[in-house]
Every structure is written in structure tokens, then in C-alpha cells.
């Protein structure tokens, strides 16, 4: 390719092309073996943490006991023969995939027949200090053996279910080319079995059939990590209802005494409002952070679901005569747990609503008993200012006596001054004459003054 074509490409082109290449299938032929590990790190000391770090912290661990270099970088996929056995392994969101396929002579994995077909699992291979390192991680432990057969159901069908320590069986034609078995059961050797029939399978569908089986294994758990949340949050939102149709309760009881006593005292009415307030107030916190605990959960929970179902589908299953399919299986004991989920999720959701309902109803009601409350207040008000005028209006009369007594006096020093100069006048009998007018002009005056500031 020219080099000067390489800048005409957006940056994401090329990593967005590889992105759909980057899962292959493995290339299987019967016979094989497999060992499949989900590891699922998530835990209390790694919250918060970045999964692909963790993961590739294991993943390295595992390669270094090999001297094989691990994948740098924001590697979510790597494959590896390491002679003996073959990993590929996958960074999901919440967890990461590890599957062992046996290297050694194909006929070893049944060379002993169908009945030992599980002793030649790739587990052996794997160091046992790395796995213990993977102490409380394993979400996932199976053993898968891919065995060439041409033998009629019947036939196959006893060796096949020595394997599973006569359990019973879950099993399907699949892809009119094979057949699957399982129990999806976890065994004594803490592996859960599938076995898968090579009856004509063409080029890549024996590997397809595998990682399907193995991601319906996978997802299967996962979305199931749902369930414990599900039922720990059962009781909860059943304590929460029951307070909130007591709490609905008293609210009833408290507005027809409030009706009661609307006359009496509204202070008193507040104060049970308010009360009644803060417990629905914790109400709402507490459905709030039950449901900010679980929806992350359901919603993976919900997906996982939708992906075990779209595998199935891929399988293509035909029945078996007296087996029950991979599809029947799961409608009968996965999907009632995801039931489950959903309904403990739609009950957050509900609860939730009613919860804001009453609330709203609640803050309605205080705001009603404030505005009576303020009104009472604007009555009180408009009483004391009714008395104030009262009371300014008596305290007026006094005010027009003592201005005309002083201006009577000034009255009467002033004549004394006039009868001083030679003027023969009474300046008392004066003073007593101006008494009628000084009063009636400062009454006058006042009430002037009065409307001046009315206006």
C-alpha cells in the first residue's frame, strides 16, 4: 500500500477492522480436550479497579512460569501454543476467559474409551501455584471432550452418561452434524462436563460448537450473579413497603385530625408534617441506594441472559428422543431466576414512584398548612396594626392637649411681654380666649398632616 494512503485514514480505521477478528474460534479436530476458565476478579480489595489490569496481572503470572511473554498494552486477546498445550484467552468486561486445549497425540483423549474420555483434560499442564492463586476468582471450571462418532444415539448414549455419574442428562443434535452433552452439574473434581460428538462436522463448526458451549456455560454464571442480589434485596424492599403503607397511613390520620383542629392550632400540624417528612425522606434514600447497588448488576444480569439465548439459537438444536434440550433446560431453571431479577428490579422502579407520589402528596400538604399558617399570621398582623391605629388614635386627643397647652403658654408669655411695654391688656384672660382656637388649629393641623401622608 502507498505510503502516502496510510494518512488518509482515520485513526480507529485500522484497530476498529481488527476488532472483529480479534475472537476467533479455535481450530479443533476430534478428538480433543479442553479446559475452560472463567476468572472473575472483581472483589471488594479491587473496586474501582480497572478488570483489564487485573486480568492481564494474571494472565502475565501465568506466562512467566512458562517464560512466555505476555501481550502489552490494552491487549483483551492472546493465543499461544506452549507445546503441550494451547491457551487462548479473552479480557471481557467483568471477567476473563482461559481455555487449555491438550496438545498431545489426539488418540490419547479417548484412547481408552469414551468412559475415560475426562482423563486427559490439559488441566495437568497448568501449574498448581498458579492455580492457587486463583483462590475465590473461578466463576467457571469445565471440561470439554470433542470425540469422533459414528455410533448410532443409542449406543452412545450409555458410555456418555458413565461420564456424567449417571445424572441427568441435557442433550441435542446441533447443526445436524453432532451431538452435545452436559449435566451442568459441577463435578467432585469441581469441573462441570460437556461432551460433543463429532458425527460430520465441516471445517470450524466442531470449535464453534465448543466456544458456544462454553460461552452458554460462562454467561450462564454470570448472568446468574444477579440472583443473590435479587433475593437480598427481596426482604429489603419488603420492609421498605410495609413502613411506606404505614407511613401512607398516618399521613390519612394526621390530615383528618388536622381537619379536626384547623381552627385550633396549626403549629402543631407542621410540626407532624415535617416529621412525617424526614421518615419519607429516608424512604427515598433507602430505595435509592438499593437500587444504585443492583442496577448495574441486573442490567449485566439481563444481558448475559439475552447472550445465552442467542447462542442457544446458534446451535440450531434438534431433540434427542427422551432428553431434554440446552433451550429447555435453561427456560426451565435460568430463565425463573432472571424472572426473578426483573421483577425485584420493576419492584425498585414502583417503589420508587410511590415513594416520589407520596412525597409530592406530602410537600402539598405542608405547603397548604403553611399558607393557612401564613394566614393566620397576616390576620394577627392586620389585628395589632387595628389596635396600634386604636391606640394612635387615642394617644392623638393627648397629643392636641399638649400642643395647645405649650402653645397656649407661648400665647401667654407673649401677652405678658405686650402688657409690659405699656399696653394694658389681661394676658391670662387672653390666653383663655386663643385656648378653643390654638386647639382647633392644631386638631386641624394634625389631621392635614394625616391625609398628606395617607396620600
Given at each position: 500500500m502507498n505510503p502516502a494512503y496510510t494518512q488518509l485514514n482515520h485513526p480507529l480505521r485500522i484497530p476498529l477492522a481488527a476488532e472483529i477478528h480479534s475472537r476467533p474460534s479455535l481450530r479443533l479436530r476430534a478428538p480433543e480436550a479442553v479446559t475452560h476458565l472463567a476468572v472473575y476478579s472483581k472483589s471488594e480489595a479491587h473496586l474501582g479497579a480497572d478488570n483489564l489490569l487485573v486480568q492481564q496481572e494474571i494472565l502475565a503470572s501465568f506466562c512467566k512460569y512458562f517464560g512466555v511473554a505476555c501481550p502489552a498494552g490494552n491487549a483483551k486477546?492472546?493465543?499461544h501454543d506452549f507445546g503441550r498445550f494451547r491457551l487462548k484467552w479473552e479480557c471481557h468486561t467483568e471477567f476473563a476467559t482461559f481455555t487449555f486445549v491438550e496438545n498431545e497425540n489426539g488418540e490419547d483423549v479417548a484412547g481408552h474409551g469414551v468412559a475415560q474420555a475426562f482423563s486427559r483434560v490439559p488441566i495437568k499442564h497448568l501449574p498448581l501455584q498458579w492455580l492457587a492463586e486463583l483462590q475465590g476468582k473461578i466463576m467457571v471450571a469445565a471440561h470439554v471432550v470433542l470425540i469422533q462418532s459414528e455410533d448410532d444415539l443409542e449406543a452412545g448414549y450409555a458410555p456418555v452418561r458413565e461420564l456424567f455419574e449417571g445424572n441427568v442428562l441435557v442433550g441435542s443434535s446441533v447443526l445436524e452434524r453432532g451431538e452435545v452433552w452436559t449435566d451442568f452439574l459441577i463435578h467432585a473434581d469441581g469441573f462441570s462436563r460437556f461432551v460433543v460428538k463429532d458425527r460430520s462436522?465441516?471445517?470450524?463448526?466442531a470449535g464453534r460448537i465448543v466456544q458456544r458451549l462454553l460461552e452458554i456455560e460462562t454467561y450462564r454464571m454470570m448472568a446468574l450473579l444477579g440472583l443473590p442480589n435479587a433475593q437480598k434485596a427481596a426482604p429489603v424492599l419488603t420492609s421498605i413497603e410495609d413502613e411506606l403503607v404505614k407511613l401512607t397511613a398516618a399521613l390519612t390520620m394526621s390530615g383528618d385530625a388536622?381537619?379536626?383542629s384547623e381552627h385550633a392550632n396549626g403549629f402543631d400540624e407542621t410540626d407532624t408534617e415535617q416529621v412525617l417528612l424526614r421518615q419519607i425522606i429516608d424512604l427515598a434514600a433507602r430505595t435509592e441506594r438499593l437500587s444504585t447497588e443492583n442496577s448495574y448488576r441486573f442490567s449485566a444480569s439481563k444481558a448475559y441472559f439475552t447472550l445465552v439465548?442467542?447462542?442457544?439459537?446458534?446451535l440450531r438444536e434438534r431433540r434427542i428422543e427422551g432428553t431434554p434440550t440446552i433451550e429447555?433446560?435453561?427456560?426451565?431453571?435460568?430463565a425463573p431466576a432472571?424472572?426473578?431479577?426483573?421483577?425485584i428490579m420493576r419492584r425498585q422502579v414502583t417503589l420508587a414512584d410511590r415513594i416520589a407520589h407520596t412525597n409530592d402528596l406530602l410537600r402539598t400538604r405542608v405547603g397548604i398548612v403553611?399558607?393557612?399558617?401564613n394566614r393566620r399570621i397576616l390576620q394577627s398582623m392586620n389585628a395589632r396594626a387595628a389596635q396600634q391605629l386604636r391606640l394612635q388614635q387615642a394617644v392623638e386627643g393627648l397629643s392636641v392637649a399638649a400642643i395647645s397647652y405649650y402653645v397656649a403658654g407661648l400665647f401667654n408669655y407673649a401677652g405678658k411681654a405686650v402688657k409690659a411695654i405699656g399696653i394694658q391688656i389681661n394676658p391670662d384672660l387672653v390666653t383663655g380666649l386663643l385656648i378653643?382656637?390654638?386647639a382647633a388649629a392644631v386638631w386641624l393641623g394634625l389631621r392635614r398632616m394625616h391625609r398628606g401622608l395617607d396620600h
Open positions: 486477546y492472546f493465543f462436522f465441516l471445517d470450524q463448526q388536622a381537619a379536626e439465548q442467542s447462542r442457544i439459537d446458534e429447555e433446560f435453561m427456560d426451565r431453571r435460568l432472571m424472572n426473578t431479577c426483573e421483577a403553611q399558607e393557612q399558617q378653643p382656637v390654638i
